[in-house]
């Protein structure tokens, strides 16, 4: 689930709008796509990389001792193909609209 395509982004709003989550409107590049690809972001930042990760602090639930990985600290996400081809426009619209969500200290851009 760490790998993200178009393909991906759109069936996933096209099921969204079939099933009425857009309320009839019209589905456009901005908000609905660009939407989907920072929701997909930020859900996968949060997920630890592997069940058995060791990297970071662990902590016990309550009733064992069995640890739970935390949430990574930093998230590396790859734009790739052609800056400038229209195709990944939208990632590149998604992800700047990311850094004003989350601030430009939040968040950095190398090219």
């Known amino acids: 689930d760490s790998n993200l ?4 982004i759109y069936q996933s709003v096209i099921e969204k709008e079939r099933v009425g989550d857009y309320l009839g409107k019209t589905v456009q590049v ?3 796509i660009s939407d989907a690809i920072q929701e997909w972001v930020l859900r996968v930042a949060k997920t630890p990389v592997s069940r058995f990760s ?10 064992d001792d069995i640890t739970q990985p935390e949430a ?4 590396i996400i ?7 081809d229209i195709e990944s ?6 992800l ?12 950095c851009f190398i090219h």
């Open 5 to 8: 395509s178009t393909g991906k």
């Open 96 to 107: 700047r609209q990311l850094q004003d969500h989350l601030g430009y200290k939040n968040m």
């Open 78 to 84: 790859e734009l790739g193909g052609t800056l400038g």
């Open 54 to 63: 060791t990297l970071g602090s662990h902590h016990s639930t309550k009733n």
């Open 72 to 75: 990574p600290e930093v998230c």
């Open 89 to 94: 426009m939208p990632f590149v619209e998604a």
């Open 30 to 32: 901005v908000p609905h």
